[in-house]
């Protein structure tokens, strides 16, 4: 099923959506302020996508066997608190120490609290590209929307080592890949291509419009309006 198709099917959807909305209820993932980062919003560098591109992505992975899943800027981890609630090994890494520390604080709680199990979500602090990948910037602003933001949250958060160490885990052995846009596509798309097993697939989702060319092993799966995009390498 298609991600239109799957859009188009109301009863399906209209589930999906109210499962995440019960979640939304039992896991209180809202809002949060950590000194001066505002968390969780629909927007900026800390937002993420809307229950309905959830909902999407749920419906291309229901008969999808769990296994292992990254998301790169995870933000206050709510999208990783999500797949591990589902049976996933769940990873994010955000560059910002505020975003890390909501995060270490929501999985703990939700530890706690019964909602996953123990070590199915795990966080790391730093730059989710690795140091000998070449990032591409544009000149132009509207083509690297959040590029001041990252410039400053990497000054003032001065995040170091390989967190990908921490982890415990390499970009190969991931079975699916998120990214809510704050990066170039162009670099995001090379980055998949470059480190992902061949199989793995990358959920996009965009929030700003930027040039870019997509890799000759990767295939564009689907798309929905122009905001989510599923990538696959072969």
């Not at 589930?15 to 939304?24: A, F, H, T, V």
């Not at 937002?47 to 591109?53: C, S, T």
């Not at 591409?136 to 995040?159: G, M, V, Y």
Request: hydrophobic share 35%; charged share 25%; with cysteine.
């Amino acid at each position: 099923m298609t991600l239109n198709e799957a859009l188009s099917d109301d009863v399906r959807i209209r589930r999906l959506w109210k499962e995440l909305q019960e979640e939304d209820r039992i896991l209180d993932l809202g809002y949060r302020t950590k000194n001066n980062c505002v968390i969780g919003t629909k927007g900026g560098i800390h937002g993420h996508n809307n229950v309905v591109f959830q909902a999407a992505i749920w419906s291309q992975l229901e008969s999808y066997p769990s296994g292992t899943f990254l998301d790169l800027g995870s933000g206050g981890g709510e999208i990783v608190i999500r797949f591990a609630r589902k049976g996933w090994q769940s990873y994010g890494i955000d560059f910002c120490f505020n975003c890390y520390q909501v995060a270490q604080e929501e999985i703990a709680r939700c530890e706690e609290e019964g909602h996953i199990p123990q070590g199915k979500a795990k966080i790391a602090w730093g730059n989710f590209f690795p140091p000998e990948f070449p990032v591409f910037q544009s000149q132009d602003r509207t083509e690297d929307s959040f590029r001041k933001d990252i410039a400053n949250h990497l000054r003032d958060n001065h995040p170091s080592g390989n967190p990908y160490s921490r982890l415990g885990i390499a970009l190969a052995e991931i079975d699916v890949w998120y990214h809510y846009q704050v990066e170039r596509r162009e670099n995001i798309l090379r980055l998949f291509a470059e480190y992902a097993k061949s199989g793995a697939e990358l959920f996009f989702i965009s929030s700003f419009r930027d040039t870019f060319t997509v890799p000759a092993n990767l295939t564009l799966e689907d798309s929905f309006e122009g905001v989510l995009f599923r990538y696959k390498k072969s």
